[in-house]
């Protein structure tokens, strides 16, 4: 038997009210649930190691159920879907890639992948679904279609799987989907020369897929609550590193310079997971400025104020004195860019309030001293508008 390259799937389907139609019997969202469940039950039959999550799009994604192998929860999600709107499939495409992103942060990432079904028609009101496409194929997300009803000259469908190495399916009736089905549920035979292994190992890939660590206040209340049941009332403040409130490196409190991992909530000084990253000898993780929760083994990225106190340290000799005007200024001012003035890091990067991308029709506030990004309404929870990168007190002029 072929070994297979597990993989998570987004099934990506169209519920928008073209689908109602009956040119494919009984409707097109029949034949489409129909031959997704084919693609499932297939391939489980020659690979158990793949997952596959729902998103179903019409005005606005919807996430239908979360990466599972249990077919039975994804046969009964697919059967409880209903039809209306019109069809969001730019943001569809962009809430499917932050699906993939949160799993490729995880440790043996399985190989990211996407298929929307759609009749290739979208509101011209929604997200460029050209410029999602450009966004997976900087993270090597394939985007596999199911093209139903007439061809267009513009075809976004085609050009969206071209652009990101997909397949593309034009379907002429329900037969030619369940054949589509089925040629993609045996398309995972693993060959050798891996690209995605190459780019998960690529510091720059690294550093932008990799999760923000959030502060005390930044812990929701589920969250706080959740840690005093674990850790009890005493020590859900104190560094599991050095288990100390007080880090030893600044003699900060943990309030100042204490961080949680966003997937399991573990606590630790910056400082001393820093070092903790530096004792592990990873040269492309040290090099991406990331490294992996001690615990839960998430993908985390290191504050920069971190890893550049660390290369100044080590740069500048003890006789060099700093230029005053290298000094952090008390201020800063706000830039207010549109989704479409980014460049390809500002494409990539996440809000460090929300750590959601960024999309376009949202007003996004940049900090002009170090360059940090966030969504208008993100920015306005900063305590006293200070950035929580470099620490600078941001005016919107």
């Not at 900087?138 to 652009?163: A, H, M, P, V, Y």
């Not at 009890?232 to 050095?242: E, H, M, P, R, V």
């Not at 573990?266 to 990331?290: V, Y």
Request: aromatic content about 8%; some cysteine; charged content about 25%.
């Amino acid at each position: 038997m072929s070994e297979r390259l597990p993989e998570n799937i987004v099934i990506c389907l169209d519920t928008s009210r073209s689908m109602y139609r009956t040119d494919y019997q009984p409707n097109r969202l029949i034949c489409s649930i129909e031959a997704v469940k084919k693609l499932i039950s297939e391939r489980f039959a020659d690979d158990l190691s793949s997952f596959f999550a729902i998103v179903a799009f019409s005005d606005k994604p919807k996430q239908i159920l979360e990466f599972t192998d249990i077919k039975d929860n994804l046969f009964q999600s697919l059967s409880s879907l209903t039809m209306g709107g019109e069809s969001a499939m730019g943001e569809a495409l962009g809430f499917s890639i932050k699906l993939l992103i949160s799993e490729l942060r995880k440790i043996a990432a399985k190989a990211p992948r996407i298929l929307i079904i759609s009749d290739g028609n979208y509101s011209k009101s929604s997200i460029d679904p050209l410029k999602m496409a450009r966004l997976a194929q900087g993270l090597n997300i394939k985007i596999d279609s199911f093209r139903l009803g007439e061809t267009s000259t513009q075809n976004i469908l085609k050009r969206i799987s071209d652009l990101t190495g997909g397949k593309y399916y034009y379907n002429n009736d329900a037969q030619t989907l369940y054949q589509s089905a089925h040629d993609l549920a045996i398309s995972n035979i693993k060959t050798y020369g891996n690209t995605r292994q190459s780019l998960i190992e690529n510091p720059g890939f690294l550093r932008k897929i990799a999760a923000d660590l959030l502060r005390v206040q930044d812990l929701t209340k589920d969250q706080e609550q959740r840690l005093l049941q674990i850790r009890g009332l005493a020590d859900y403040k104190k560094c599991s590193i050095c288990f100390s409130d007080t880090n030893p490196f600044t003699k900060s409190s943990f309030y100042v310079s204490g961080r949680y991992c966003p997937n399991c909530q573990t606590p630790f000084h910056i400082h001393c997971l820093n070092s903790w990253a530096e004792s592990q000898k990873d040269n492309k993780m040290r090099s991406a400025g990331t490294v992996r929760c001690p615990h839960c083994f998430y993908l985390l990225k290191i504050p920069t104020e971190v890893t550049q106190a660390q290369k100044l340290t080590s740069l500048v000799k003890p006789r060099i004195r700093m230029p005053s005007s290298s000094k952090t200024p008390e201020r800063s001012e706000a830039e207010t860019l549109k989704f479409k003035d980014l460049d390809t890091d500002g494409i990539f990067s996440s809000c460090p309030v929300c750590n959601f991308i960024f999309e376009e029709g949202q007003k996004i506030i940049r900090c002009s001293n170090c360059q940090t990004l966030y969504h208008e309404q993100c920015f306005q929870e900063l305590k006293d508008s200070r950035c929580k990168n470099c620490g600078v007190n941001i005016e919107i002029t």
